[in-house]
């Protein structure tokens, strides 16, 4: 879900006459997502078959909340700056917000 948001969102921004405002709403989602991935992930979901996500979910739970606390705050702040319509605040926080979400599959989710 997050791959094909993100890249609505980057297609949305291609356009420099567009309007970022109108990515509004993927954004949104976005930032739902974000806001429940730890809850996503309770200690009753360790033993659930056929996932990519590495025991380090469960075992090192304050540095998965750690990344996505991150992720969630770069989300936000991809979302103030479609707010904005500031484009240059835009393209950084999207690129922040691909970093988080690298960042913690990088961590926590094997390939």
């Known amino acids: 879900m997050m791959v094909s948001t993100l890249a609505a969102v980057g297609r949305g921004a291609e356009d420099e ?8 709403f993927a954004i949104g989602g976005l930032q739902r997502f974000a ?3 730890p809850s996503l992930y309770g200690a009753e979901t360790a033993t ?3 996932t990519r996500a590495l025991p380090e979910v469960w075992s090192d739970k304050e540095s998965f909340e750690a990344r996505a606390a991150e992720f969630k705050s770069a989300v936000d702040t991809l979302g ?3 707010a904005a319509d500031d484009r240059a605040a835009f393209t950084q926080a999207l690129e922040s917000t691909k970093g988080a979400c690298k ?3 990088d961590s ?3 390939e």
Request: hydrophobic share 55%; net charge positive.
């Open 108 to 110: 926590f989710r094997a």
């Open 48 to 50: 659930v078959a056929g």
């Open 80 to 82: 103030a700056a479609a």
């Open 103 to 105: 960042a913690c599959h």
């Open 35 to 37: 806001q429940a991935l």
């Open 17 to 24: 006459t567009a309007l970022l405002k109108r990515t509004g």
